[in-house]
């Protein structure tokens, strides 16, 4: 069902309002974690004025670490959806869990599937039975072909709606939090009609290196970016080392934009 044969056109994958493939991008953006109101509020402001069209933020955090912060789990979801109505954004956030699949539904208008957990497969099961549209990140170790067949877990259940991401894999250099597999965008457009987003922020996991690497997915094909974005990086809750500040983001916008119209 993720091939080309089974579909030759790109597929447009409609997240309440917003189109992604086909021409069309996805501008996500956001902290990593949801945060206290205010910041929320402040980031969202900020991004969407820079041309951000869907907002993220995770309630529920994959942490490598059971001591470190979970997230703010269905208070988080509830706060989210509050900014993304407030400054016209749908919301996308990540499930780790099968059994909040039907809470985290709810909230979002789309729904996240981390790299950890690319190959849980009843998590998968789970959010194919789901109408909402699925973000599906690569996993760490995961090749292009286990990320299309745990696309098609999703797509066999009935949800035709799935959006991959390639956040990069691990590597053996720690210049860079995970090896950037830019030229997998191009091998995925190569093999299925589902649209394909980048996530330099994961995958460099350096702010200075974001900007360079997004502006490398769009022009080798991508259908759209993922970054985090925080204004206060080092009082973050999660991944503040990587987070683009606003005027960051909003500059990078303004490349991105100039690259897409050349495309
Ligand atoms: C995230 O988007 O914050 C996240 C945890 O991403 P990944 O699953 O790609 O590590
Ligand atoms: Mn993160």
Redesign the pocket.
């Given at each position: 069902l993720a091939s080309k044969d089974a579909h030759p056109q790109p597929s447009v994958v409609n997240v309440s309002g917003v189109k992604i493939g086909g021409g069309y991008l996805a501008m996500i953006a956001g902290p990593?974690?949801v945060e206290e109101p205010e910041r929320m509020h402040n980031i969202a402001k900020a991004v969407r004025t820079a041309g951000a069209n869907i907002f993220?933020g995770?309630a529920y955090?994959?942490r490598t670490s059971p001591y470190a912060f979970q997230g703010h789990g269905e208070d988080g979801l509830k706060l989210l959806r509050e900014v993304g109505d407030a400054h016209g954004m749908p919301i996308v956030t990540?499930v780790m869990d099968p059994r909040c699949v039907e809470t985290v539904e709810r909230y979002a208008d789309m729904i996240?599937i981390?790299?950890?957990?690319m190959q849980n497969f009843v998590l998968l099961t789970e959010v194919g039975r789901t109408r909402k549209p699925v973000l599906l990140?690569?996993g760490?170790s995961a090749t292009v072909e286990d990320l299309l067949m745990s696309a098609e877990y999703i797509l066999s259940q009935g949800n035709p709606d799935v959006v991959l991401?390639e956040?990069?894999v691990k590597g053996f250099d720690k210049v860079t939090r995970n090896l950037y597999d830019v030229a997998s965008v191009a091998v995925v457009k190569g093999l299925s009609h589902l649209p394909i987003i980048v996530?330099p922020?994961?995958a460099t996991g350096k702010p200075a290196l974001i900007p360079p690497c997004a502006l490398a997915g769009i022009a080798v094909g991508a259908d759209g970016v993922?970054i985090?974005v925080h204004d206060c990086p080092e009082k973050a809750l999660?991944?503040g080392p990587q987070a683009l500040l606003p005027h960051k983001y909003a500059e990078l916008m303004v490349q991105l934009k100039g690259l897409a119209a050349l495309m």
């Open positions: 990593c974690a993220r995770g955090k994959p990540e996240q981390g790299a950890r957990n990140k690569r760490m991401c956040r990069g996530d922020s994961h993922h985090e999660s991944d």
